[in-house]
Each structure stands twice: as structure tokens, then as C-alpha cells.
């Protein structure tokens, strides 16, 4: 949310959200921020244009297409574990209750205890932590709790892990990972084809590639969490810069915490 600018803010993560779902793990991210704060006027602006764009998009497609407009969310109800999830493995392996269990209620309720977590986390840190590293463990909490893991989860998670956390080394560890994916992944599709099986690779070898994607974010995680609980090792902070994408948050002074 850009000083002056709540409205256009809102309506961008509007249209944003009626394309895909993750732009909604950011609004947790602004509701934590504006209760440290107390700018909750921002705060309400921006999420009454979000809601305003929203309506303007689907309304038309809920009126006049409604069971088109609803195949999405079915389908995203419905639909079963997929390539790069570690739901997959369990599955695979037959773990208890991981790999037996509706998959959609287990990455809600895992979900929904990460979320928790940042949200304790944003609380009780003792200084406001950026926006940036908020939305970065709130949209890796998603991708990791997803029973899909899309190609294009790796586009959406680079911008806000620079933001959060400008360091080479643990940015490049995940990048080779996502490259091992890359192989192993088309290896794997070439090992479930009879003609095609001897060039290709088998579940062990294809799961090292999915945890190992999972190992380096979650890494990446760890340093925000340290930076967000101690400050001064914030690279981004250590120039004297309080948040420089936080909008209105930018050197807002703490109004509620719980440290």
C-alpha cells in the first residue's frame, strides 16, 4: 500500500486475486501490519477497492455464466495431489494419516498453522517487521502446503524472497534446487512410460528433488524469522531504512504488540 495510493493498491490486489489465489496470503500480511500500527483507514481503504475490483470482474461471469464461473473453484476443490507436492510423497509412501487423508483438508489446516505461526511471530517481534518478509513466509507457507506445486509458484515466491532477504547464498542454494526439479521432474514422466522407463528415474530419486526444493525455502524461512526477531541482522535495516515498501507502514511507529 503506497503512501497516498490505498485505492489503486486495492484494486490492483483485486484484479490480482480474481486471477489466482495467492494474492489473498498478502492481506494477512497488511491486516498484521495495520494492527501493530493502528493505520487501520489505509488498511479498510484498500480492502474495500480490492473487494470493489473483484466484484467488477466476476459479477458479470457469475450472473450470466455461473457454472462456468464456478468450474475453477470446483476443480480446485476437487482435484488430487500433483507433480511436486510433498503431499505426493506421503501419498506415495502410504504414510498414516499424511498420505490417507483429503489432501485439501490437510493443506488447510497445515496451512492454516503456519499462518498462525507468522501471525504470533509478527506480534510479538520487537520491531515491526517489513512487508516484504510477512508476504514472503506467508506465500511460501501456501506453496509448501499446496497439493500442487505449479511451475509458476517458483516466479511468484523470487520477487518477495529478494525483498525479504537480499543475500546471494541462500537464494542461489534454492536456485539450484529448482533446477534439479527441472531435470528430475521430466526424468520421473520419462520413468512412468514401459518404452521410455531405462532413461528415466524412480520415486527415491525424484522425492529428493521435492524435498529439496521444500529444505532450501524452508532455509530461506529461517533467516527471515531471525531477521524479524532480531532486527539487527536485517541487511535491508542496517542503512538506518525502515521498510521502503511498506507504503504507509514505512517508519510507522508500533501502536499494539505482544513483545
Known amino acids: ?46 480492502m474495500a477497492a480490492a473487494a470493489a475490483a473483484w466484484l467488477v470482474v466476476n459479477v458479470p461471469f457469475m450472473l450470466l455464466a ?20 510433498p503431499w505426493l510423497f506421503f501419498e506415495r509412501k502410504g504414510w498414516p494419516i499424511l498420505g490417507t487423508m483429503d489432501p485439501s483438508l ?9 499462518c498462525l505461526g507468522i501471525a504470533v511471530l509478527t506480534m510479538l517481534a520487537p520491531r515491526r517487521p517489513r512487508l516484504a518478509q510477512i508476504c514472503f513466509l506467508a506465500l511460501a507457507a501456501f506453496m509448501m502446503t499446496n497439493k500442487v506445486w505449479s511451475p509458476q509458484f517458483v516466479l511468484w515466491l523470487v520477487p518477495f524472497a529478494v525483498l525479504a532477504r537480499p543475500n546471494w547464498k541462500p537464494l542461489a542454494l534454492w536456485q539450484v534446487a529448482e533446477v534439479w526439479y527441472f531435470f528430475a521432474i521430466w526424468l520421473y514422466l520419462l520413468y512412468q512410460d514401459e518404452s521410455s522407463r531405462h532413461l528415466g528415474i524412480g520415486d527415491d530419486v525424484y522425492f529428493t528433488a521435492v524435498w529439496g526444493r521444500v529444505i532450501t525455502i524452508l532455509i530461506m524461512m ?15 535495516r542496517q542503512a538506518g531504512i525502515d521498510d521502503q515498501g511498506g507504503g504507509v507502514f514505512d517508519r510507522a511507529p508500533d501502536r499494539f504488540s505482544l513483545a
Request: proline share 2%; aromatic share 16%; net charge positive.
Open 222 to 236: 529461517a533467516f527471515v524469522v531471525r531477521d524479524i526477531l532480531r532486527p539487527d541482522k536485517d541487511v535491508v
Open 106 to 114: 490437510l493443506g488447510m489446516l497445515s496451512l492454516g498453522l503456519l
Open 66 to 85: 455461473w457454472d462456468g464461473w464456478r468450474r475453477f473453484y470446483v476443480f480446485s476443490q476437487e482435484r488430487g495431489i500433483d507433480w511436486g507436492s
Open 1 to 46: 500500500m503506497v503512501a497516498g495510493r490505498q485505492v489503486a493498491a486495492g484494486v490492483l490486489l483485486g484484479l490480482a486475486i480474481a486471477t489466482k489465489f495467492y494474492p489473498l496470503m498478502f492481506v494477512g500480511a497488511l491486516f498484521l501490519l495495520a494492527l501493530r500500527t493502528w493505520k487501520w483507514r489505509s488498511f479498510l481503504v484498500s
